[in-house]
């Protein structure tokens, strides 16, 4: 169990940097669609009708194939299928999400709730399940664009208080000058609680926000960590950005520490 938890977190810091699944395309482009789908008649089905609504698309028939995939053509998005071969898409969807942001949009074949929560709560944008009308696919695919656009619009490409800075592009996080090196989960944990800075997070919202796959993960997991977060972020105690508000979570300080 241990292993599956640490192994995202060793790619992203052999790596170096957490390679950008979106936001990084000039404007105007044709938008890039990966398909990771096993099923070839699917696969052709939604090819066609997305190439055909304007869209650049590379499929992928298996897992690893399309992790290679993301790397290579880095993606506006990601559409992928649950029951794989090897690697189910479970499985991709948590590499995935230790890497980048991309929206990702599941097809599955089983209608059970219990797997769309499962898909959601797992860093999933939207669920679909087959089969479906063509109509409705390209209707979610643009709905998902468009919110991310937004959502990048939103947010600074980067974040700087005069303490600590965080470039969002390339995942780069320096403390009074100095880089810092922070694993996959740190992190996106320090990018949530910027993202929502002068709000207060509780645990469960953090493992939302923060974790790929955060069912069966415990609130004690979430201290542990932004205790090791606030360690790298050096100011101790009262002097961290990062405020401890006892009973109900963590806050990011809007007015940075002097
Ligand atoms: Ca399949």
Not at 8 to 15: K, Q, R, S, W, Y
Not at 97 to 109: G, Q, T
Not at 172 to 179: F, H, L, R, S, T
Request: aromatic letters at 6%.
């Amino acid at each position: 169990m241990t292993e599956g938890r640490h192994a995202p977190d060793t790619l992203a810091t052999a790596t170096g940097r957490a390679p950008e699944g979106s936001g990084g395309r000039p404007p105007g482009g044709q938008p890039r669609v990966l398909v990771i789908e096993d099923d070839a008649d699917i696969a052709l089905g939604i090819c066609t009708v997305l190439s055909r609504n304007g869209f650049e698309v590379t499929t992928a028939a298996a897992g690893r194939q399309g992790l290679r995939a993301l790397h290579g053509t880095s993606p506006d998005l990601v559409v992928l299928d649950i029951g794989l071969p090897e690697m189910d898409g479970w499985t991709v969807l948590e590499r995935i999400r230790d890497l980048s942001d991309v929206p990702v949009l599941i097809l599955s074949a089983r209608s059970m709730e219990a797997d769309k929560v499962r898909g959601l709560r797992g860093g999933a944008d939207d669920y679909l399940t087959k089969p479906f009308g063509n109509g409705e696919f390209v209707a979610r695919v643009q709905a998902l664009l468009r919110r991310n656009q937004q959502g990048t619009q939103a947010l600074p490409a980067i974040y700087d208080d005069g303490t600590v800075r965080v470039d969002f592009a390339s995942h780069e996080v320096i403390v009074d000058g100095a880089p810092v090196g922070l694993t996959a989960t740190e992190y996106r944990l320090l990018a949530a609680l910027i993202k929502h800075r002068g709000q207060i997070l509780s645990p469960v919202k953090l493992l939302e926000l923060a974790w790929s796959d955060p069912l069966g993960i415990g609130p004690d997991r979430v201290k542990y960590s932004v205790m090791r977060l606030r360690r790298k972020l050096g100011g101790a105690g009262t002097d961290s950005p990062i405020e401890a508000v006892r009973g109900f979570g963590y806050r990011y300080r809007v007015t940075p520490r002097t």
